[in-house]
């Protein structure tokens, strides 16, 4: 199993362009995440799912988008790029109820916007 | 509101022990999550707790106080390959703390 494989590595965005951050898990988990997380600090919920065709907001939603049409991908857009956006970007994936499951991180996507 | 509080840093000597608290004030809980975060790299996982008390893993035990919204992360016998992040995180709305950066030095 490759677990939770995310792409790109790195990525440099100039203002007010717009791209696809890929998540993928061959884990057949129900659940999966994406989280941002700024320099020295914590993990920040964006949105997440909970199985194909079903997604909800996190904390911090605004300025992106998911969509989730199969249990393996979970792609995350960003449509018009802001410097707020710079970040390293996380997707994780989980099995169980209710956020209550280990889960597992991809390596993270490095976000640069200039 | 929602509020998780740790130390932002801890240092300690190799063959120590440490204790990394957490404390939260949410306004929903079903349990508490530990993270490890190597600089550079995703977390991983290291513990659960949903009921009260101390739960042991080789090295690492954590503990929960539900009433006093209190967890801690203890390591015992502290090894270079210590030195990472660690993060609480509490369910049910997946709030992060900030993360507790511990350096082992020998």
Redesign the interface.
């Given at each position: 199993n490759a677990g939770v494989t995310q792409t790109p590595k790195f990525r440099i965005l100039k203002i007010g362009q717009s791209m696809t951050l890929q998540c993928a898990q061959d884990m057949n988990h129900n659940y999966m995440?994406w989280?941002r997380q700024d320099p020295?600090?914590?993990?920040?919920?964006i949105y997440?799912s909970v199985g194909a065709g079903i997604t909800d907001k996190?904390?911090v939603p605004n300025g992106y988008n998911v969509s989730r049409s199969t249990t393996e991908d979970f792609p995350l857009r960003l449509e018009l790029a802001a410097p707020s956006q710079t970040s390293v970007y996380?997707c994780a994936s989980s099995s169980g109820l209710?956020?209550?499951e280990?889960?597992?991180?991809?390596?993270?996507t490095r976000l640069l916007v200039l | 509101g929602q509020n998780?509080d740790q130390p932002t840093e801890m240092t300690a000597t190799e063959g120590a022990i440490v204790q990394i608290n957490c404390t939260y004030q949410t306004s929903g809980f079903?349990?508490l999550?530990w993270y490890q975060q190597h600089a550079g790299?995703?977390?991983?996982?290291l513990s659960?707790n949903?009921l009260d008390g101390l739960e042991e893993k080789g090295r690492f035990s954590s503990f929960l106080s539900r009433s006093k919204g209190y967890s801690y992360l203890l390591l015992k016998e502290l090894q270079m390959k210590d030195s990472a992040s660690y993060?609480c995180?509490v369910?049910?709305?997946?709030?992060?703390?900030?993360?507790t950066r511990l350096q082992v030095f020998p």
């Open positions: 995440y989280y020295g600090m914590g993990l920040k919920l997440y996190g904390e996380f209710a956020h209550q280990t889960q597992y991180f991809g390596p993270g | 998780i079903n349990g999550f790299e995703a977390p991983t996982f659960y949903v993060l995180a369910t049910d709305k997946l709030i992060f703390g900030t993360g």
